[in-house]
């Protein structure tokens, strides 16, 4: 029941949509109420008010009035503790579906003021985080399910702080998808061998000659083939190849038996043993330029993106 209210009141408490970065809050977007133990301590300031007017014992009735101050501070010190906040940034490494995402809030707020002990939640995921030097990252572990962009969702920021008594919290929801890369295939064909062939670029610091040509102005000295050039009676200049090494096409027609999310596992997961081998590889997609041939981490997210938001 506690959990059906609080979904229930988060969809009528602000944002009530995504906002961009950096989110800001500030005392209208609080909320502040009484923990279990604040009921409880409640409780048992208005026995001792209560017994105290009945026995007219006064210092058990200032007592009383001074734990209650105490209690009213604590109320607006929890609320001071998120007023000012901001959501600075956040961010996650793409991981494939199915596999849990690392997903970093930056929370800032004034130096000059301590902020301990803020818990920031999302759904079941929840980390806690001190603000050192006004700065602070919480990292929410979130499930995946299915490739594409993730909506990181809106996110609870709340605190008990100082005694306990009271919390207060706030929503913040940024406008950050995030990406979640398609699941590679778990078994499957190796690499496909056609578009395999060794390949060269001419490349001045290559190792091979690739072949002889007429001096240009600007050409280096130590590329001048001397010994042809006296026989030719003409200056020629040596032209250097560098080996491609082998290249892989990925293609989407060729995997044409297969479904389409079939065919996305299965080329996700030759762009990951292409990277592995360390071969050059170029994917081709449906109605989109090729990407590659290239090869490192950069041309893997590229691929990679390419196929977890195929076909948008």
Not at 27 to 55: D, E, K, Q, S, W
Not at 136 to 152: F, H, I, S, Y
Not at 298 to 309: E, F, M, N, V
């Amino acid at each position: 029941m506690v959990a059906r209210l609080r979904r229930r009141f988060a969809a009528w408490a602000r944002p009530r949509r995504a906002e961009p970065l950096p989110v800001a809050i500030d005392r209208h977007r609080i909320y502040v109420l009484p923990t279990r133990f604040g009921l409880f301590f409640a409780l048992l300031l208005a026995a001792m008010g209560l017994g105290a007017l009945n026995y007219n014992n006064n210092p058990a009735l200032l007592l009383a009035l001074l734990l209650a101050g105490v209690a009213n501070a604590s109320l607006l010190a929890a609320h001071l503790q998120l007023s000012g906040l901001q959501v600075g940034a956040i961010g996650a490494e793409p991981v494939p579906a199915g596999t849990p995402l690392a997903l970093r809030v930056q929370l800032r707020a004034d130096p000059a003021r301590e902020r301990r002990g803020l818990r920031v939640e999302r759904g079941e995921a929840w980390a806690s985080v001190d603000l050192e030097d006004g700065a602070g990252v919480a990292t929410l572990v979130l499930p995946t399910t299915r490739r594409g962009w993730l909506d990181p969702g809106r996110l609870r920021i709340s605190t008990v702080r100082p005694l306990g008594i009271a919390v207060a919290w706030a929503y913040a929801w940024p406008e950050m998808p995030l990406l979640v890369y398609p699941a590679p295939e778990t078994q499957g064909p190796p690499l496909p061998r056609h578009g395999d062939g060794a390949a060269a670029r001419l490349d001045p610091a290559g190792d091979d000659v690739h072949h002889l040509r007429a001096y240009r102005r600007g050409d280096p000295r130590r590329a001048i083939a001397w010994k042809p050039s006296a026989r030719r009676d003409q200056l020629l200049v040596r032209e250097y190849e560098q080996p491609q090494g082998r290249e892989v096409v990925l293609d989407w027609d060729a995997l044409a038996p297969l479904d389409a999310e079939a065919r996305i596992r299965r080329l996700a997961r030759w762009v990951d043993e292409a990277e592995r081998q360390g071969r050059r590889y170029r994917l081709q997609l449906p109605g989109q330029p090729a990407l590659g041939p290239d090869l490192g981490p950069r041309h893997r997210h590229a691929c990679l993106r390419a196929l977890a938001l195929w076909p948008a």
